[in-house]
């Protein structure tokens, strides 16, 4: 059913091709831990370059031509708001510009910093994720609008067919927008990619940590209950 709202439970929907305004992300490094969440520390010589690419310094935006910046989409992800009293993540109905679900996050009282930081990663990739598809969209249907046009006008036909409908070309003619299309954005699509993958990573070790975090937080629980 189109723009149905369901509701996202647990922590696997996790990496979403959503995207999300660069929100302040510090790196997962706290003053104290414990024997438990020290298993999951990688080597100091990986994790400085990884915390560097997620505060700005190390992760390159993808490069946009200057018109695309002039034309860029909205960036709002969804005007959907949850219901106040939800526990749980919310995904929504499809962006009409990047054509992504967006994800509404739920934040519960006891978030621990831990959680926070993998929330927000997620949430800044949202956007991110969802600036970028939008833009592109925007690109992709103003220049097959010019091709068509221009193709139309070589050939010295008229832009509106007879039916009243605008005319187009066949298959044959757009694989070679198609093509193209590719060609010129293939640097973009690299960048992005290679952003993507990056980012996703990130949101993977975190997840990790959190899940080791609440495993341990429960058998203190139990350890204190047993002990009273």
Known sequence: MVGQVVPSRGLCDRAVRQPLAPSRLRCACGSRRTAAMAALRPPRRFLLPLCRAFSGGGCQPVPERGGERRDAAPSRVSRFCPPRKS??????????????RP??????????????????????TQEWNQQFWANQNLTFLKEKEKFIDSRLKAK???????????????????????????????????????DWYKRNFA??????????????NKLRLKRKKTSN
Not at 110 to 124: A, D, G, T, V
Not at 157 to 180: I, P, R, V
Not at 203 to 214: C, D, P, Q, S
């Open 156 to 194: 010295g036909l008229e832009l509106t067919a007879e039916s009243g409908k605008k005319a187009t070309l066949n298959a044959e003619e757009m694989a070679d927008f198609y093509k193209e299309f590719l060609s010129k954005n293939f640097q973009k699509h690299m960048y992005y990619n290679r």
């Open 87 to 100: 526990c749980h993540d919310w995904i929504g109905p499809p962006d009409k510009y990047s054509n992504l």
């Open 103 to 124: 994800v509404h996050f739920y934040i519960p009282e006891n978030e621990s910093p831990l959680e926070q930081k993998l929330r927000e990663l997620r949430q800044e």
């Open 203 to 216: 949101i993977t070790f975190f997840m990790g940590k959190v899940a080791l975090e609440r495993i341990w």
